[in-house]
């Protein structure tokens, strides 16, 4: 558990949240101060109503006959007006079911729809609102599919991204004809969106998304395999659906990594996580391609295995941490330079 102590009076916001405008803090630092009223009516809107209405009462001064006090702070104001068309775009993003939520939303309201894994086919997903009956579930992937259909009219860019897992039969049940799909082609152990940010993909996915919405460059209904650069680089390939299909799917579909699997420098094999050693190259009983080698390359998993004094047997390849003196596989001892290769 990480925990953190701030002290109260190294907090800015602290005096000011007990002591509003009569603060001494703030005025000595030069911070403008504006009061912010936001109508009570709003919060008992259903979400759809609300994300329709919020734009107007932030904008719109005598909206409900409130006068919003954000507004006659001039920077905030400025702001607002220039960017509410991205902030209200960017509503509509969200992962798993908060990305059906983003794509049932955003159909008549936001300029760019980002979904990440989102569900679509309710009455085949394992995470699902709870519904009245299968007709309803059914009634409501149909919705999404119409708002979906609704933002690419209004020619609003629809972006889902899924891994090659249940999330991708989901994205096959979507009308592709008007949706932009990027396949990643792995199988996540942990929420999609978390790996991406983990593998430093969500934000240059994000930025992308924001740079063609204010570029006003509509998205490419089309189907694309997603391939991860190092650094948070991601080239597309533009895909046929029984293309994708038999590339994940068919007889000759490569097995898919998973986080953390590493493809060897020498052999381009898959290797999972155990391995510090690729387990298909070996010479005189030792194996002889280690995850250290130039040309290996690993998916991503947010850790930063193998770090200096992280260790691999040659012996039987078992990927070791530099705290394990012997190998868990084989006994061998991490002390016996011709049988444990350390990271220095
Ligand atoms: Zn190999
Ligand atoms: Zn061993």
Redesign the pocket.
């Known amino acids: 558990m990480y925990r953190e102590y701030v002290q109260s009076d190294a907090n800015w916001s602290d005096a000011i949240s007990r002591l509003g405008r009569d603060d001494p803090w703030h005025k000595k630092h030069g911070f403008a101060f504006a009061p912010l009223c936001v109508p009570l009516e709003v919060f008992q809107m259903d979400l759809h109503t609300m994300l329709k209405f919020v734009p107007h009462a932030i904008l719109d001064q005598d909206c409900m006959g409130v006068s919003h006090g954000i507004l006659n702070f001039p920077p905030i104001a400025a702001l607002v007006r220039r960017y509410a068309h991205v902030i209200f775009a960017l509503t509509s993003v969200g992962a798993s079911m908060g990305g059906f939520g983003a794509l049932l939303h955003g159909g008549d309201l936001a300029g760019s729809i980002l979904a990440f894994s989102p569900q679509a086919n309710l009455l085949e997903a394992s995470l699902r609102p709870t519904a009245a009956s299968p007709e309803a579930l059914r009634q409501m992937s149909e919705n999404m599919f119409a708002s979906i259909r609704a933002a690419s009219k209004r020619g609003a860019r629809v972006e889902v991204h899924c891994a090659a897992d249940e999330h991708f039969l989901h994205a096959m049940s979507m009308p592709l004809e008007h949706v932009s799909l990027v396949v990643h082609t792995l199988l996540p152990r942990k929420p999609f969106a978390r790996l991406l940010d983990k593998a430093q993909q969500l934000l240059p996915i994000f930025g992308d998304a924001v740079y063609r919405l204010l570029r006003d460059q509509p998205a490419p209904a089309m189907i694309r395999v997603g391939c991860w650069q190092r650094g948070g680089d991601l080239k597309r390939y533009v895909a046929e659906k029984g293309q994708l299909l038999s590339l994940l799917f068919g007889p000759a579909s490569a097995e898919l990594p998973r986080p953390a699997d590493w493809f060897c420098g020498t052999c381009f094999r898959r290797n999972m996580t155990s391995h510090f050693l690729c387990w298909n190259c070996k010479d005189g009983g030792e194996f002889t391609s280690p995850i250290t080698q130039a040309g290996a390359a690993r998916i991503p998993d947010g850790s930063c295995y193998p770090r200096a004094g992280d260790w691999g ?1 040659r ?4 990927a070791m941490c530099a705290y394990q003196w012997n ?1 868990t ?4 001892s991490k002390w016996n330079p011709d ?1 444990a290769l350390v990271v220095t």
């Open positions: 047997c012996r039987c390849g078992t190998c596989g084989c006994g061998v049988r």
